[in-house]
């Protein structure tokens, strides 16, 4: 985790490496049944191939993502009360100011990304601005300079490589199957493969998302204590959550990709399931809200 004024969590930083740790272990015995069913130098091939496209997700990942929501850095000129709003909360964090973004789009959210914290970018859309009070705004922004500093983004894309790469291998592996399907031998070696890395790929993404669940009540709790107003964060994330209902099913879709960064999901309503969701449920987060509200009034009082 950066040093920062944010508080620590001993949590997420065990749950962090834990998932690290079961996500290299997994690789690793990927790699391994690999070159036991198939070529030996073919694992480690699909592995450095896999890798690099992680590597690669890593270093432009802020580049990668204002380009998918459409949006684009505003100068503190063009945008003096969020950047004032930004440079407050840095100085209060004790941390790097990063680069400020605005997507033009309806839907009501906002996400940082970057590869460290002077890469990183934090991006609201003008649907976010519409809708949040200035208190509501500096707790979303608080929670996503939490998720700058906990360096969210490079620990996930380290994470997704072992499942970057089982997925690598299943399409190889169906590719292959059709490729060879009268072959016997090899077709039983390409099954064996698909399965492998089916499972594998399975596996990391619960994981994934175990992770990228808690990370998000990890951000919850640190924006909270930083601006000591954790119930204008818990109104703008009920805020967010009601606004899809008025968003276009197209544009939610057309937005689905970037859930995992948003600090709400644009979907309508809750129903999806927890297992894959990359969010904690509404009712978990404003209740673990509630609490720090409640322990801010007692220290006060």
Same mark, same amino acid.
């Given at each position: 985790?950066?040093?920062?004024?944010?508080?620590?969590?001993?949590?997420?930083?065990?749950?962090?490496?834990?998932?690290?740790?079961?996500?290299?272990?997994?690789?690793?015995?990927?790699?391994?049944?690999?070159?036991?069913?198939?070529?030996?130098?073919?694992?480690?091939?699909?592995?450095?191939?896999?890798?690099?496209?992680?590597?690669?997700?890593?270093?432009?990942?802020?580049?990668?993502?204002?380009?998918?929501?459409?949006?684009?850095?505003?100068?503190?000129?063009?945008?003096?009360?969020?950047?004032?709003?930004? =440079? *407050?909360?840095? #100085?209060?964090?004790? %941390?790097?100011?990063?680069?400020? /973004?605005? @997507?033009?789009?309806? !839907?009501?959210?906002?996400?940082?990304?970057?590869?460290?914290?002077?890469?990183?970018?934090?991006?609201?859309?003008?649907?976010?601005?519409?809708?949040?009070?200035?208190?509501?705004?500096?707790?979303?922004?608080?929670?996503?300079?939490?998720?700058?500093?906990?360096?969210?983004?490079?620990?996930?894309?380290?994470?997704?490589?072992?499942?970057?790469?089982?997925?690598?291998?299943?399409?190889?592996?169906?590719?292959?199957?059709?490729?060879?399907?009268?072959?016997?031998?090899?077709?039983?070696?390409?099954?064996?493969?698909?399965?492998?890395?089916?499972?594998?790929?399975?596996?990391?993404?619960?994981?994934?998302?175990?992770?990228?669940?808690?990370?998000?009540?990890?951000? =919850? *709790?640190?924006? #909270?204590?930083?601006? %000591?107003?954790?119930?204008?964060? /818990?109104? @703008?994330?009920?805020? !967010?959550?009601?606004?899809?209902?008025?968003?276009?099913?197209?544009?939610?879709?057309?937005?689905?990709?970037?859930?995992?960064?948003?600090?709400?999901?644009?979907?309508?309503?809750?129903?999806?399931?927890?297992?894959?969701?990359?969010?904690?449920?509404?009712?978990?987060?404003?209740?673990?809200?509630?609490?720090?509200?409640?322990?801010?009034?007692?220290?006060?009082?």
């Amino acid at each position: 985790m950066a040093h920062s004024r944010f508080i620590k969590d001993s949590g997420l930083t065990a749950r962090m490496t834990l998932v690290m740790f079961l996500l290299g272990a997994l690789l690793v015995g990927l790699v391994v049944a690999v070159m036991y069913i198939l070529p030996v130098g073919f694992a480690p091939l699909v592995a450095v191939i896999g890798i690099g496209v992680a590597f690669y997700q890593w270093w432009s990942s802020d580049k990668v993502a204002m380009k998918a929501m459409r949006a684009r850095e505003v100068t503190p000129a063009e945008a003096p009360e969020l950047h004032a709003m930004i =440079d *407050r909360l840095c #100085a209060m964090a004790d %941390m790097p100011k990063p680069r400020v /973004g605005i @997507a033009d789009m309806a !839907i009501p959210n906002a996400f940082a990304t970057g590869r460290s914290p002077d890469r990183a970018v934090v991006c609201v859309t003008t649907g976010i601005l519409g809708q949040l009070t200035a208190e509501e705004l500096e707790g979303v922004l608080a929670h996503e300079l939490a998720h700058v500093a906990h360096r969210d983004v490079l620990v996930m894309t380290v994470a997704a490589s072992a499942g970057i790469i089982a997925g690598l291998l299943t399409r190889g592996a169906q590719f292959g199957s059709m490729a060879r399907g009268r072959n016997n031998n090899a077709a039983a070696m390409i099954l064996v493969t698909l399965v492998v890395s089916m499972v594998v790929y399975a596996i990391s993404f619960v994981l994934m998302r175990i992770l990228s669940r808690y990370r998000e009540l990890s951000a =919850d *709790r640190a924006g #909270a204590y930083l601006t %000591m107003n954790p119930a204008a964060l /818990g109104s @703008a994330l009920q805020k !967010i959550s009601g606004g899809m209902a008025a968003i276009p099913e197209g544009d939610l879709r057309a937005a689905k990709g970037m859930n995992a960064f948003f600090i709400a999901p644009a979907i309508k309503g809750v129903s999806f399931s927890t297992l894959t969701a990359t969010h904690p449920p509404l009712e978990q987060r404003l209740e673990q809200l509630a609490r720090i509200q409640t322990e801010l009034g007692r220290a006060t009082g």
